[in-house]
């Protein structure tokens, strides 16, 4: 069956410009996940909803950061007046919900220039 | 101290030795513990669950845990060069809220 899709799968901004990045969870999965992974570096945790709530939003590094799941399949990852640091791979996971196996979407490679 | 530390290679091992990775965590609470493996370029993918103490094998993967002394290991038999990767330990730190902690990951390079 389908994975988890992400689009767009690059994107090349200007600093102090806003992006939205979309995800696609797989069909079913309750569970959604918003990682960003740095080079060199594991995944990072930013935002895990479930359903259409955000149940833990301990990761997002500042108020820069927000995300929605409005009817509990897509999410969208909003980052408001980018930064240079926040250049990193964005990758969303989807999990059904049970034992916490996560699966990876392909990511959306972020520059800020 | 970081939640999750990996032994950080590179690991380089002749094709058909047994690969082995280390991985230590920080919280005694953790329930679930999972290893990625994720290819230059490309998204981690899971590869191996494990919640209870003990060996659980799948294929030519063998994950171990190891809840008393904080210990997740993986082992690689048979390593292939198709098994060069780097591989991600991660660690769910509570039973109600699967997010993952990752370690920096270990580099495998198998040579042919």
């Known amino acids: 069956g389908a994975g988890v899709s992400q689009t767009p799968s690059n994107k090349v901004t200007e600093k102090g410009k806003y992006v939205e990045l979309r995800c696609d969870p797989i069909?079913?999965?309750?569970?959604l996940y918003w990682y960003r992974q740095s080079l060199g570096q594991g995944p990072e945790f930013l935002i895990y909803?479930?359903?259409?709530?955000?149940?833990?939003d301990s990761g997002l590094p500042n108020d820069r950061f927000f995300a929605v799941r409005p009817e509990g399949s897509v999410s969208t990852l909003k980052i408001q007046r980018t930064e240079r640091g926040d250049s990193a791979v964005y990758l969303c996971a989807s999990s059904p919900g049970t034992r916490g196996e996560q699966y990876f979407g392909p990511g959306t490679r972020l520059t800020v220039t | 101290q970081k939640e999750v530390e990996q032994n950080s290679g590179p690991l380089s091992v002749p094709e058909g030795a047994i690969a082995s990775l280390n991985c230590t965590y920080s919280d005694r609470v953790s329930q679930s513990f999972f290893w990625y493996r994720q290819y230059s370029g490309k998204s981690p993918e899971l590869i191996m669950s494990i919640y209870s103490n003990g060996d659980k094998e799948d294929g030519r993967f063998t994950a171990q845990l190891n809840k008393a002394s904080q210990y997740v290991s993986l082992l690689i038999r048979d390593s292939q060069p198709s098994d060069s990767a780097t591989y991600l330990c991660?660690?769910?730190?509570?039973?109600?809220?699967?997010?993952?902690?990752f370690g920096a990951g270990t580099t495998v390079t198998v040579r042919a």
């Open positions: 069909s079913g999965h309750t569970a």
């Open positions: 991660a660690v769910s730190l509570r039973s109600n809220d699967y997010k993952l902690s």
């Open positions: 909803f479930q359903g259409t709530g955000a149940a833990d």
